[in-house]
């Protein structure tokens, strides 16, 4: 069952058309990274499922139910955290989680009993402090227990670890990682090493598009294209293979990298014998997601 179905969706800024007929499918349980580069019109996609923005053009459907803009009907499934959440600093998480439920109509029993097993959940359940003095990291930790509150079925997390260090990164993803049996997780980033360590779909936004999508693995197996590595100390060795073979791409100091694709390795490493290049080390190298999508990017 897909838990968000987007279907032809057009939205312009003025004369700036963002999204061009975005299509996107969201199976449910999955941990799907919506990815793009900056200004790709991933914040403008999110808003537009929330009803907050009105596409000029589209359909999205939430767990089934067409999601109408000024209408909050489908919000009932979902989840935000938004770039940057916003707080009453002045309260301690605790009692943010408490207000918040009192606002959406929960009972003191049921907002005390989900609170704290949020706060458990998110390692704030110690923390006496109010919101003021905590680090972005454990700010970001409380947007993703206020937004689970209510038991969504899709958290929606904009860019949830793009201002973070690596040790506050790691938290948020292991977080998400958690979350998953119990909801649905569509995150957007454009850190793509974020997508590898836990995403089971993904989903490339380019040009108002989305151009690749689907299970992570079948991408991954579809899109593989063996690279290989030459790592030479020899600096003449290196431009003559760099006027040889024009595609190789320099990846370090002594290193080169070229992409079956582009060379047969049998070619490059006969031209490396016949010319006695002195090489440290050959090997195969799995290709990064990163490569994978400069390839579709530079198409
Ligand atoms: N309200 C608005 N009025 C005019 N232009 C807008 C508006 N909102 C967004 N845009 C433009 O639409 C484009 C897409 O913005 P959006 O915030 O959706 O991108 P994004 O992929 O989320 O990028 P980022 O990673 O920088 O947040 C940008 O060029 C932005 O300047």
Redesign the pocket.
């Known amino acids: 069952m897909e838990m968000l179905q987007i279907t032809g969706l057009h939205?312009r800024?003025?004369d700036?058309e963002?999204l061009k007929g975005l299509n996107l499918t969201v199976p449910e349980h999955s941990i799907f990274g919506f990815i793009?580069?900056?200004?790709?019109?991933?914040?403008?996609?999110?808003?537009t499922i929330l009803g907050l923005?009105k596409a000029d053009a589209g359909e999205i459907l939430v767990n089934g139910e067409k999601a109408v803009y000024g209408q909050t009907a489908t919000n009932r499934y979902i989840g935000y955290l938004p770039?940057v959440p916003e707080f009453y600093s002045f309260m301690t998480a605790r009692e943010y989680l408490g207000f918040c439920g009192e606002i959406t109509g929960m009972t003191k029993k049921v907002y005390r009993e989900r609170s704290e097993e949020l706060l458990e959940l998110v390692g704030l359940n110690g923390e006496k402090h109010r919101i003021k003095g905590y680090s972005r990291g454990m700010k970001q930790r409380l947007g993703i227990a206020q937004a689970l509150l209510n038991r969504p079925k899709l958290l929606i997390c904009?860019?949830p670890t793009?201002a973070l260090d690596p040790v506050g990164r790691k938290e948020i993803l292991d977080l998400l990682l958690a979350v998953r049996e119990q909801t649905t997780v569509l995150f957007?980033t454009?850190i793509l090493s974020d997508v590898e360590r836990i995403c089971t779909d993904i989903a490339l936004?380019h040009e108002g598009k989305v151009d690749i999508q689907g299970k992570l693995s079948e991408i991954r197996t579809q899109y593989r294209r063996d690279e290989y590595l030459v790592e030479t100390d020899n600096e003449e060795g290196m431009h003559a293979l760099q006027k040889a073979f024009p595609d190789i791409r320099q990846t370090g100091q002594n290193q080169l990298v070229f992409s079956e694709k582009d060379y047969a390795p049998g070619e490059v490493f006969r031209f490396v014998a016949d010319r006695a290049v002195p090489v440290v080390k050959i090997e195969r190298v799995e290709p990064t997601l990163e490569s994978l999508f400069v390839e579709v990017v530079e198409k």
């Open positions: 939205k800024f003025g700036k963002v793009g580069r900056n200004g790709a019109g991933k914040t403008t996609t999110m808003k923005l770039d904009d860019e793009s957007s454009h936004l």
